[in-house]
Each structure stands twice: as structure tokens, then as C-alpha cells.
């Protein structure tokens, strides 16, 4: 007949379980365990926890302890009265009651230390944050002072931006012409959309530079040359569309339509001297085309008149010699005449 041990072991094997599973679920060392199933009790604390571990490992396994242990009763050894009372629960409770008291004593001893240490803790918390405090507002007025002298510099960097701003002018000339003045080494153009897509074309001093597509709320920039004194901008769709120049916005009513915005650089005098001089240039060539063309007709005026005046001597000399002729053949024709009447007298006698 098997023993208790070999009995646990089958029922634990039929389940698929191992030592480490029972371990696991009883709590009970797996060296005990492994002591139940080879029946060698002596490694086990005592009798008490034998038949106690001895039901644990029934339980799990699927076996009723207590019928085990009645079957098998010779081969486990029976547990002394004294030794269960030792290991009761109410010796356990009066021990545990004991370690309680012990633990409630030991409070006790340590409660006047721990309310030192609060205290001494406090205190140096108290004078932390007062230095804390006091360093803090000095920092403050500290602060106040570099921000008085920040906001001043500031306000100074500020006033020395605005006038740099304000040096940029942008005036309108009428018929979408802007004249723009000013600008120095910031040129940038910006074309900003309005509510609708608009297709935006740059041309500068006639020669188209760009043209892009727009998005709705979206707005492009273009860095103008230092040569560039004729900008071009064509908009194909001016609704709530804005143009700025170096950050200065061109004063031009939206109108729904495509519309062209010229923007004149620099200053007008430059422009009017150029277009003066390029006048007089013109004026010059004028009068000089004009006189080459008086000299022109003078000449033919007076080749006209040198031909006239040479046919109307032709003539006369012409003239003359057909009256020198009728007069030398008169001359001739009363000659003969005579000579008849001589002749004729001369015969009458």
C-alpha cells in the first residue's frame, strides 16, 4: 500500500501541477513539500505543522484531508496538546497582543524625539522662507530697476525704430500710382490675400520678376532691388487684399476687380530731372531735325529759285535773240527794199 506521500504526489501529478505550483497557492516552503511527499517528516517544524501542512496540500490537489490523515493516521505523527497551544490562535493573539503593546510603548519613548525634530524642522522652515523673502524682494527692486532701465532702452529702441519707419512715405499720385520714399536697406515687398485666392504679378522697371498664386488669408514677399524705381503689382482679384512697402501699408481702396498698383521709388525730383532732361534731349533733337529740315527746304527753296531765275534769263536771252533776229531781218528786208527802189529809179531813168 503506498504511503501518504506517494498519495499526495499521484493526486498532484493527475492535476499537472508541480512543487512550485503548490507552493504557490499554500505558501508552504517547497522543501516541505518535497519533505511530505518522501514522508520524512522530521525536516518539518513540527508535528503540528505536519498535519497542518499535510490538509493544505490535500486541499489542492483535491483530496479531503481529514479523511487522509484518519487513513494514514499511523504514518503521521500525532501533535502534542502543549505544542498546539503554543501554536493556537490564542497564544498567537497574545503574542501578537504583546508585540502590539511593545510597538505602542516604543511610540510612546520615540513621540517626545519625533515632536523635537518637528519643531527644530519648523523653525528652520520659517527662517528659510523669511531669507527667502527678504532676497526675493531685494531681487525685486533689483528687477524694477533693470526693467525701468530695459523700458527706457526699449522705449528708446522703440522711438529710434518709429522714426526709422516713419522715414518711409508712401503718397498717392492718383490714377493707382503711389510714390514711395525712404526706403533704405529694408525693401521688402509684401502682398497679403484677403478672403478669396489672387493671383499676384511683380514687375519691376518693365521686366516681370514674378507670378505667383496667392492662397485665401495667405499672404507672399518679394526683397526689392536697390535698382528697382518702377514696381508694377497686378492683382487679379483685389478683395481685402493689402500691399506694404518696407512695412508701410499702400493706401488703396479695395474695388472686387483686377486693378494694376504702380509704386514710383524715390523721390520725384530724380524722376523729373531724368524726364526734363530726356525732355530738352527731345526738345534738341526736335530743333535740330527742324532746322536740318529749314536747311533742307532753304536749299531746294533756293536750287527752286536758281532754276527760275535761270529759265527766266533763258528767256529773256531768248527773247532777245529772236528780237535781235526779226531786227537784223527787218535791217535786211528795207536793205533789199531800197536796193528795188534804186533799181526801179534806175530804170525809170
Known amino acids: 500500500m503506498a504511503d501518504i506521500g506517494d498519495k499526495l504526489r499521484s493526486a498532484r501529478e493527475a492535476k499537472g501541477l508541480s512543487i512550485a505550483d503548490i507552493e504557490k497557492a499554500t505558501k508552504i516552503q517547497s522543501r516541505y513539500l518535497e519533505a511530505i511527499e518522501q514522508n520524512d517528516f522530521d525536516k518539518l517544524p513540527g508535528d503540528f505543522y505536519v498535519r497542518a501542512f499535510i490538509r493544505q496540500y490535500a486541499q489542492i490537489v483535491g483530496l479531503d484531508g481529514k479523511e487522509l490523515l484518519s487513513d494514514y493516521k499511523q504514518d503521521v505523527p500525532e501533535s502534542d496538546p502543549d505544542e498546539y497551544v503554543e501554536n493556537s490562535i490564542d497564544n498567537k493573539s497574545e503574542e501578537v497582543r504583546e508585540t502590539t503593546d511593545n510597538k505602542k510603548n516604543m511610540w510612546k519613548n520615540y513621540l517626545p524625539r519625533i515632536a ?25 527692486s533689483n528687477n524694477d530697476n533693470n526693467v525701468a532701465v530695459s523700458s527706457q532702452t526699449s522705449s528708446k529702441s522703440s522711438s529710434s525704430s518709429a522714426v526709422k519707419k516713419s522715414n518711409v512715405k508712401v503718397t498717392s499720385l492718383g490714377n493707382n500710382q503711389y510714390r514711395v520714399t525712404g526706403l533704405k536697406n529694408n525693401r521688402k515687398l509684401t502682398i497679403k490675400a484677403g478672403s478669396q485666392a489672387v493671383t499676384a504679378t511683380v514687375t519691376v522697371n518693365g521686366a516681370t520678376v514674378q507670378r505667383k498664386a496667392i492662397a485665401a488669408n495667405s499672404k507672399d514677399s518679394l526683397n526689392l532691388s536697390s535698382g528697382a524705381k518702377t514696381v508694377a503689382i497686378t492683382l487679379s482679384n483685389d478683395t481685402d487684399t493689402s500691399i506694404k512697402i518696407a512695412g508701410k ?27 526734363s532732361s530726356s ?27 536758281s532754276s527760275q531765275t535761270q529759265s527766266s534769263t533763258t528767256q ?15 535791217k535786211g528786208q528795207q536793205s533789199s527794199q531800197n536796193n528795188n527802189d534804186k533799181g526801179n529809179d534806175a530804170g525809170n531813168r
Do not use: E, M, W
Open 249 to 275: 501699408k499702400v493706401p488703396y481702396t479695395t474695388t472686387g476687380q483686377s486693378r494694376t498698383i504702380t509704386l514710383l521709388i524715390g523721390k520725384a525730383s530724380s524722376q523729373s530731372s531724368s524726364s
Open 116 to 140: 523635537i525634530c518637528l519643531g527644530v524642522i519648523i523653525v528652520v522652515l520659517v527662517v528659510y522662507f523669511l531669507y527667502a523673502r527678504l532676497s526675493s524682494s531685494g531681487q525685486s
Open 279 to 305: 525732355t530738352q534731349s527731345s526738345t534738341q533733337s526736335s530743333s535740330t531735325t527742324n532746322s536740318y529740315n529749314k536747311q533742307q527746304s532753304s536749299s531746294h527753296q533756293s536750287q527752286t529759285q
Open 316 to 330: 529773256r536771252n531768248q527773247t532777245k535773240n529772236d528780237q535781235n533776229n526779226q531786227g537784223q531781218s527787218g
